[in-house]
């Protein structure tokens, strides 16, 4: 697809400045002032606003298959809300499979319920659920089917062993595969949940009491001591979510560990553990692991992303209906873990950010060029440069109220009702095909690619 985009506000990971882009087969062709149209190519107006590279999502769970729930977005819904929001790549976080499934069991799968549904870019994150000769030579495969990073566990039933995750991460350092961790001390999840259950401490609020930050610091600190032994491999921490687990990671890099990148999400940004003292139950919507937190935690996250030892804002995305959350009315215990939050994530995240001071460049490095470089798809996705694909989103800014009725997502609520946000995504471009335009959808079910994703092998950063 081509298209001229003229007299926007480029903002790119590392500078911002007014030009036209041209784009041709879908790709970034040329950037300049005042650009020749001899090919009359179709004109996008972006004066007054703001273009920046489109959004790259590396942690959703669209269609989720947790058992007794589902998340309710599959890959069409979860990323038209996806585009609505600007964010026009995502890489899944896919569901365990059956006990002792091979790695390849999932990913084909997931190409599955992808394959003619998604209307942006994705990927798929492998998953590691038992380790074992089969399942280490099969990394090496899927790496050069262009799965580049793994998730593994340390809670939940599906959970490593210390010695299952050092011969994951001896792997990882030879293939030069990510491996995304899911970091909370399973052992005093499970003492928590039952004491405090067993005394009768089951509303929302002991979601949060039951996970203390020192379960998320303890694995954290663990992780990062394993994969000292195992030679700093590429480690990547999910969502984390407390001063205390941060704490641990910059500790670590002052003393010279390697190779190690921080993700944090949207809510642990913007929501504290004060919602799940809500009323009427609506505390359950906002069950998920980690738990929200409390404030000094938040401003915590967002210093990281100031001094840059925060990498990367992803979303978590994995919705339920509020009346599946209301399992958990007599018990937290029984409610499904998740929120939605594709959607929301870069107006939110450039509105807060901005206002607090920071950069717009800085968290376009948080949003886009970051997650798109640990991931092995940049410069692909995730910049604005000759060569990349045109993934551009155009915003305004302007007010706009976040409210379930502007929602695009199958959910029935969201997590950030009444959220004022700056910056609204008017235009969505993904390689040159406009999928949002004006704020209404112009993209068509399917359209998306999967994208191989590419192993920066035994380079150190
Ligand atoms: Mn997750």
Redesign the pocket.
Known sequence: MNLLIKNGLINDNNESYNADILIEDGKIKEIGIKLNNENNYEVIDASERLVLPGGVDV?T?MDLDLGKYRAVDDFYTGTVAAVFGGTTTIVD?IAFGPNGCSLHHKIDEYHKLADGKAVIDYSFHGVIQHVDENILNEMNELVDEGIQSFKIYMTYNNMLNDEEILRVLVKAKETGAVIAV?AENNGAIQYLRKYYGDNGKTEPIYHAVTRPDSTEAEAINRMIYLSEIAGYPHLYF??VSTKKGLNEITAARKRGVKNIYCETCTQYLTLTEENYKKENYEGLKYIMAPPLRKHEDVEALWKGIEKNEVDVIAT?H?PFFFKQKLDGKTDFRLAPGGAPGVEERMEIILTEGIKRGISVNRLVEKLSANPAKIFGLYPKKGTIQIGADADIIIMKKGNKIIEQKNRHGRSDYTAYEGFEVDYVVETTVQRGRILVSGCKLTADEGTGEFIKRKCKKGKED
Do not use: Y
């Open positions: 942690h769970h976080h899911h999910v969502h978590d994995c």
